[in-house]
């Protein structure tokens, strides 16, 4: 089976680890990470102009800043080597490399998910903490690796402070029990004068750490997951975690485990609706093909936009009126670079312009469907399939991190809807080469627009139209771009594809602007 076919069918069937746990034995030649030949369609004869029109009556509504998170795993060098390396030089005194911390807070990140990811199943978060010395090493199942303990809870926490971003925890599901969680709950959270939170007094954090943000396990759906469980057996046991959790704190934010599709979605909801504020949802894509690769991308918002019918669904059977909302909690280009026991290149996905295109859809996606999504997680962070990649002496900003980078400086907190046309790539009508989302703010004092041109070859001069605003004629243009679809970004050559200021200028109710073949363009408009 080519490797491709595999990522097709399990990432998007099973979820991204069933390739791991299905398919890929350890130690297989598969697991290397030989970059296959690239396999574009052919390009479409150069297309018509496009057309956008925006109408500020027209809104969709506010955006979550929470879509801007991302996530951290003890996984491969993410962690340990990457935003963590004691003794470095480029560390801090705390050991977080602070390379990385600049890095890190040029995209923005709102939100931060730890500890996994299918490392959490196996977790005990009880061996994090203490005297560094003293926590036990332990063989993590999942990733088939060991495990230091030296980066924990407080360790977490002290990263998320320093970042000014939200901690989101997952409990272990998996071989953890209900008290544990609970157990973890306390120790973050409470005041009282017991153990738990005791301890984390003793430990030198007198203040709780107001850990909001909750997990009720990760993909417990699969088989790849320690201790998986149907819909049925996960649902009655969440309903118990949750439970003992929230009487523990309250005030908490739970995240019910969603899965690949209705089956297991529906039943979940069904018994967790009166517990849970999001429900996950998990999508890897990825392809050599551009096609493929943007038609990847319109299967994701069809993905949300299901899920969140599941919803609609639910609410309207239990008559509930807080909507349970989505939380995309892993999500990005994930199909080269895989699980290699004992190496340095666990899941080290190097990206190309391509791949920077389809985040910038992905963004775009959530914009568009900012009423369902409310928090959405980039898998992940540092060197595992990430947009930041160290080594012991630097960092190279992946094609990935531009348009996180852009999108968190530019676009606004108010999604508008925007009618685009624009010629698709051949034999997919439903998906089109301009791929857009428009936003203003509170006040409507500007317009934002992003516009990913996903043609291999052709500029795309787009008529734009806009009702219920004037902009300015002139303002800065941003460009993400590179020699090609292909290009990439290497500790060699770590500025092919970057994020260029411009201008536009002649912009009215009425104007045309033209936009660069395999491109992604924020425009930000002041009224
Ligand atoms: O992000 C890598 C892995 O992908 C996560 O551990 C798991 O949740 C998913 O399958």
């Not at 680890?17 to 479409?44: H, M, Y």
């Not at 109408?55 to 951290?72: Q, V």
């Not at 010395?133 to 407080?154: C, H, I, K, L, Y």
């Not at 627009?449 to 070859?457: F, I, K």
């Amino acid at each position: 089976m080519k490797r491709k076919d595999i990522a097709r069918r399990d990432l998007l069937k099973n979820g991204a680890a069933a390739i791991f746990a299905t398919t890929v034995p350890l130690g297989s030649p598969l697991l290397g990470w030989a970059l296959p030949t690239r396999q574009d369609a052919a390009a479409a004869p150069a297309p018509a102009t496009a057309k956008i029109k925006i109408d500020f009556d027209r809104k969709i509504g506010a955006i979550d800043r929470n879509i801007y998170g991302n996530f951290t795993e003890h996984l491969g060098r993410c962690i340990y080597g990457g935003i963590y390396e004691e003794g470095s030089s480029l560390s801090d005194s705390d050991g977080f490399r602070k390379d990385v911390l600049d890095a890190v807070r040029g995209m923005h990140v709102s939100v931060l998910r730890w500890p996994g990811g299918n490392f959490s199943s196996g977790y005990n978060w009880k061996d994090g903490i203490g005297p560094k010395d003293a926590r036990p090493r332990r063989w993590d199942t999942a990733w088939q690796e060991e495990e230091s303990n030296r980066f924990g809870t407080d360790e977490f926490i002290e990263y998320c402070r320093k970042l000014g971003v939200e901690p989101y925890i997952c409990v272990n599901m998996g071989t953890g029990a209900m008290q544990d969680a609970a157990d973890w709950v306390e120790y973050c959270n409470a005041t009282t004068d017991t153990y738990w939170a005791n301890l984390r007094k003793k430990n030198g954090h007198p203040e709780p750490y107001n850990v909001k943000y909750w997990a009720l396990g990760n993909e417990v759906y699969g088989s790849w997951q320690a201790g998986h469980k149907d819909a049925a057996a996960y649902s009655a046991d969440a309903l118990e975690f949750g439970k003992m959790m929230r009487w523990v704190d309250p005030s908490i934010k739970l995240v019910a485990c969603g899965g690949p599709g209705v089956d297991w979605n529906l039943p979940v909801l069904e018994k967790l609706v009166d517990l849970v504020d999001y429900i996950s949802l998990h999508h890897y894509g990825g392809s050599l093909d551009t096609a493929k690769e943007f038609t990847d991308a319109h299967e994701f918002e069809n993905q949300i936009r299901i899920l969140d019918a599941v919803i609609t669904a639910i609410m309207s059977r239990t008559g509930k009126k807080q909507r349970v909302a989505i939380a995309v909690d892993e999500w990005n280009i994930w199909f080269r670079s895989w699980f290699h026991r004992g190496d340095n290149h666990m899941l080290e996905e190097v990206y190309n312009l391509r791949d920077a295109l389809w985040v910038a859809s992905g963004l775009n996606t959530f914009h568009r469907n900012c009423q369902a999504v409310k928090l959405a997680d980039v898998a992940q962070l540092v060197n595992v399939i990430a947009p930041i990649m160290s080594s012991p002496t630097g960092i190279v900003l992946q094609t990935t991190y531009y348009p996180l980078k852009l999108y968190t400086e530019h676009c606004g907190n108010v999604a508008l809807d925007a009618l685009v046309r624009s010629d698709a790539f051949p034999a997919l009508p439903e998906v089109p080469y301009l791929d857009v989302s428009a936003t203003t703010n509170d006040g409507n004092q500007s317009l934002t627009l992003a516009v990913v041109n996903r043609h291999p070859t052709v500029d795309i001069a787009a008529d734009i139209a806009i009702e219920g605003f004037t902009p300015q004629s002139s303002g800065d243009l941003y460009e993400i771009n590179g020699p090609s679809l292909d290009a990439t970004n290497t500790f060699a050559a770590p500025n092919q594809v970057t994020a260029k200021r411009k201008t536009y200028s002649g912009a009215g109710r009425v104007f045309r602007q033209s936009f660069a073949a395999h491109s992604v363009s924020v425009i930000t408009m002041r009224a």
